[in-house]
């Protein structure tokens, strides 16, 4: 685990990188904001992005986060955990009890599975709707065509808000891929937009190796770990 000082000199140089990023798509900084990703990482990580102010860290997955969440000292404030990785309906409960927000919503099924366990506590539990946009076969999040009827059910769901679209660019692929699986999520966000007369402000795309690709797409989160706390498993 980097030292909070070498974690600071990285968030100094990511804010500088979104910077330069929004600069040249004449969009202000403010508009694109930053969600540290602590996976495989160890509680301090979170801490550290409490400490440097961050409102929220992501998780991929359940079990790690509530098992780092059981390691919160006393008395110290932590950030909001937003799950970002694939989720499955049997552990939709505990993730509903645990994050502020759910990323990785893909189909009807974790919708409703969601939308019983958040009334069931009197809770609407903000989602995005996780969209395959880079077309990956290897990736989780529901078909661009698909994505209409999904909200469609989504928005009947009384106890879940839905606030955006995220994605994943496909593994592995350059940056005008990238670019053009960003590029989709924007445009099918503008759409459904329009077709279904609501707000969808928030577009979660971009990472490490891709950020500024995301932001000239209109990113209003990047989810970033790598540049932040160094590689994992290192
Ligand atoms: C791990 C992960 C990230 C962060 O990726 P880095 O390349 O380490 O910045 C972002 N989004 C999701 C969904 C992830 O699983």
Redesign the pocket.
């Known amino acids: 685990m980097i030292s909070y000082e070498e974690f600071s000199e990285n968030c100094r140089r990511l804010i500088e990188r979104v910077e330069t990023a929004a600069q040249k798509s004449g969009r202000a900084r403010e508009s694109v904001k930053i969600l540290p990703?602590t996976?495989t990482h160890p509680i301090d990580a979170a801490l550290y992005c409490s400490k440097y102010g961050f409102a929220s860290v992501?998780e991929?997955r359940v079990q790690e986060a509530l098992d780092k969440m059981g390691k919160i000292p006393p008395g110290q404030s932590c950030p909001e955990w937003e799950l970002?990785?694939h989720l499955q309906s049997n552990k939709a409960k505990r993730a509903v009890e645990n994050f502020s927000r759910i990323q990785s919503v893909d189909s009807a099924k974790l919708l409703r599975k969601i939308n019983a366990e958040a009334s069931s506590i009197s809770k609407i539990q903000r989602v995005l709707i996780q969209v395959n946009a880079g077309r990956d076969p290897a990736k989780f999040g529901v078909d661009i065509e698909e994505a209409p009827e999904l909200l469609a059910i989504a928005l009947e769901c009384k106890s879940i808000s839905v606030e955006g679209l995220m994605t994943?660019a496909p593994l592995d692929s350059d940056l005008k891929v990238a670019t053009a699986c960003f590029n989709n999520l924007r445009n099918l966000r503008d759409k459904l937009q329009r077709d279904f007369s609501i707000a969808l402000p928030e577009l979660s795309m971009g990472?490490?190796?891709d950020l500024e690709a995301a932001i000239g797409e209109g990113s209003t989160m990047i989810?970033?770990?790598?540049?932040l706390f160094g590689s994992r498993g290192a």
């Open positions: 990703v996976k992501g991929n970002i990785g994943i990472m490490s190796g989810r970033v770990g790598t540049f």
